[in-house]
């Protein structure tokens, strides 16, 4: 059973500090890692993918990636009280284009203002 | 801007009507799916389809079935509504890029209430 794995939190940070997510997948032949942002009632949003192992920015978000852990984090600099939601990680199988992703049940972030 | 349109954001159906969930994408992707989300629970993959007339069982299909005729159009079925099937619906697309399974765009899902 291929699994996806987070802390559901909640995770508590000051404004202005920086957030980590953590994730850790079970199937090694996973190639593709997404992180997806859901706030209360509303649908998940696609925000960092990654393929490579190592660091990818994008503004406040940075993905890091290291295969040979099988561990995805997410971090998110300079923490904003709108940044308070449920992030949830994502695993693709690289098997082929049909297989489906593997979501995490997500984590909790709370921004304290 | 690119869209996954659920044809309703709220329902309120009765124990053993037939309801019909409907998800149109605009992005020509390939692949659609249907999940439910409860809270502790997390996202559950109920069905997909990656081609017109083709789906696939996710991990809960039980009690539910999809027609996919056209490629934009996904709909999801429930035979006989139950208490249970009470959640929320998100209907998802992606596209295949390398090989590979894309990011999911989602729609605005459907909060479905079976009294």
């Known amino acids: 059973q291929k699994e996806v794995e987070q802390n559901s939190g909640p995770l508590s940070v000051p404004e202005g500090a920086i957030a980590s997510l953590n994730c850790t997948y079970s199937?090694?032949?996973?190639?593709?890692f997404f992180w997806y942002r859901q706030y209360s009632g509303k649908s998940p949003e696609l925000i960092m993918f990654?393929?490579?192992?190592g660091d990818k920015e994008d503004g406040r978000f940075t993905a890091q990636l290291n295969k040979a852990s099988q561990y995805v984090s997410l971090l998110i600099r300079d923490s904003q009280p709108s940044d308070s939601a449920t992030y949830l990680c994502?695993?693709?199988?690289?098997?082929?284009?049909?297989?489906?992703?593997?979501f995490g049940k997500g984590t909790r972030l709370s921004v304290i203002a | 801007d690119v869209k996954v349109t659920q044809s309703s954001r709220y329902l309120v159906k009765r124990t053993g009507e037939k309801v019909f969930l409907e998800c149109v994408q605009d992005?020509?992707?390939?692949?659609m799916f249907w999940y439910r989300q409860d809270p502790g629970l997390g996202l559950r993959l109920i069905y997909f389809?990656?081609?017109?007339?083709?789906?696939e069982k996710g991990d809960i299909p039980e009690g539910y079935s999809v027609s996919r005729e056209k490629k934009e159009r996904f709909s999801l079925i429930l035979e006989s509504a139950s208490t249970n099937q009470t959640s929320m619906y998100l209907c998802?697309?992606?596209?295949?890029?390398?090989?590979?399974?894309?990011?999911?765009?989602f729609g605005s899902g459907t909060r479905l209430t079976v009294v």
């Open positions: 994502a695993s693709g199988a690289g098997v082929s284009g049909n297989t489906p992703l593997v």
């Open positions: 990654i393929y490579s192992n």
């Open positions: 998802a697309s992606s596209p295949i890029l390398h090989g590979n399974m894309g990011g999911y765009t």
């Open positions: 992005m020509d992707h390939e692949n």
């Open positions: 389809s990656y081609d017109v007339k083709m789906k």
């Open positions: 199937d090694r032949g996973s190639q593709s």
